[in-house]
């Protein structure tokens, strides 16, 4: 018996991103495995914020493809792509900083409000019960996240590390089936980072495959289960974290050749 081998969640092929004659991500090949927690790691100005904004949709590609389960996503636009189940956070936090973290949340369902506006705004019955599904629905990712003793706090009266968990919470209210995280332990401290890479497993372990751009690398040897390394935009690495500790071309990226 011939056993099929597993299709990618997620591929990308011959994928490349200028801007002007500056070449950002050149010709890079990337698949993302079901269930998996992939890193993506590199110097500053390697090309990961813009892969991710390309994948996402918030920069169109200069050439190459881009498959979602099996269909071609390259060049959709962001909101379409998150509709398939593509959701992403941001190196700053996006807060509504003014209001509660419990509308930060309940605001981010705003794409999946089936009703019409007409129906909204007369408070048909259809439209109350799906505020009322929504709020729930809110409630259980705040609780998921250990944020629910924070509903009625002001996004911006949060401590830092709280207000990175809301962003993902917020992330969470598409209820992606592809998670992309860019820096999420930015700024914290080593109990904050801790708590931040539980929440992420917990993630997984809930059903959503992740993909991680993060500059702590003790967090992503710790976290993921595969890295991929660019340089100028260019893939020159991959592999398993003990692989990438050890890869010499990875090394001189970070530290320099003859260092």
């Given at each position: 018996m011939?056993v099929?081998?597993?299709?990618a969640?997620?591929e990308?092929?011959d994928?490349?991103k200028?801007?002007?004659g500056?070449a950002?991500?050149n010709?890079?090949d990337?698949?993302?495995?079901?269930?998996?927690?992939?890193?993506i790691?590199?110097p500053?100005?390697a090309?990961?914020?813009?892969?991710?904004?390309?994948v996402?949709?918030?920069?169109?590609?200069?050439?190459g493809?881009?498959?979602f389960?099996?269909?071609?996503?390259?060049g959709l636009?962001a909101?379409?792509?998150?509709?398939?189940?593509?959701?992403r956070?941001?190196?700053?936090s996006?807060?509504?900083?003014?209001t509660?973290v419990?509308n930060?949340?309940?605001?981010?369902?705003?794409?999946?409000?089936?009703?019409p506006?007409?129906?909204?705004?007369?408070?048909?019955?259809?439209?109350?019960?799906?505020?009322?599904?929504i709020?729930?629905?809110?409630?259980?990712?705040?609780?998921?996240?250990?944020m629910?003793?924070?509903k009625?706090?002001?996004a911006?009266?949060?401590?830092?590390?709280h207000?990175?968990?809301l962003?993902?919470?917020?992330?969470?209210?598409?209820n992606p089936?592809?998670?992309?995280?860019?820096?999420?332990?930015?700024?914290?401290n080593p109990v904050?980072t801790?708590?931040?890479v539980?929440?992420i497993?917990?993630?997984r372990?809930?059903?959503?495959?992740?993909?991680?751009?993060e500059?702590?690398?003790k967090?992503v040897?710790?976290l993921?289960?595969?890295?991929?390394v660019?340089?100028?935009?260019?893939?020159i690495?991959?592999?398993?974290?003990r692989?990438?500790?050890n890869?010499r071309e990875?090394i001189?990226?970070?530290?320099?050749?003859?260092?």
């Open positions: 011939i099929g081998i597993a299709m969640m997620l990308i092929r994928l490349s200028y801007f002007g500056l950002v991500l010709h890079v990337l698949d993302v495995s079901q269930s998996e927690i992939l890193g790691i590199g500053n100005g090309g990961k914020t813009t892969l991710f904004n390309v996402t949709g918030f920069l169109p590609p200069t050439s493809s881009i498959k389960e099996g269909k071609d996503i390259s636009r909101d379409q792509i998150a509709r398939r189940g593509i959701a956070t941001f190196q700053a996006v807060l509504f900083m003014e509660t419990f930060n949340v309940f605001t981010a369902f705003h794409m999946h409000y089936r009703q506006g007409w129906k909204t705004f007369l408070h048909t019955p259809s439209a109350r019960k799906e505020e009322v599904f709020k729930q629905k809110t409630t259980e990712i705040l609780e998921f996240m250990d629910i003793s924070m009625e706090e002001l911006m009266n949060l401590p830092h590390g207000q990175r968990t962003g993902i919470c917020i992330s969470l209210g598409i089936k592809l998670l992309l995280l860019d820096e999420p332990a930015t700024g914290m904050e801790s708590a931040m539980s929440l497993r917990k993630i372990d809930s059903g959503a495959t992740i993909v991680i751009v500059h702590d690398m967090a040897m710790s993921c289960d595969r890295i991929v660019l340089n100028h935009g260019n893939k690495a991959e592999g398993a974290p692989e990438i500790g890869n990875v001189e990226a970070y530290l320099g050749k003859g260092k």
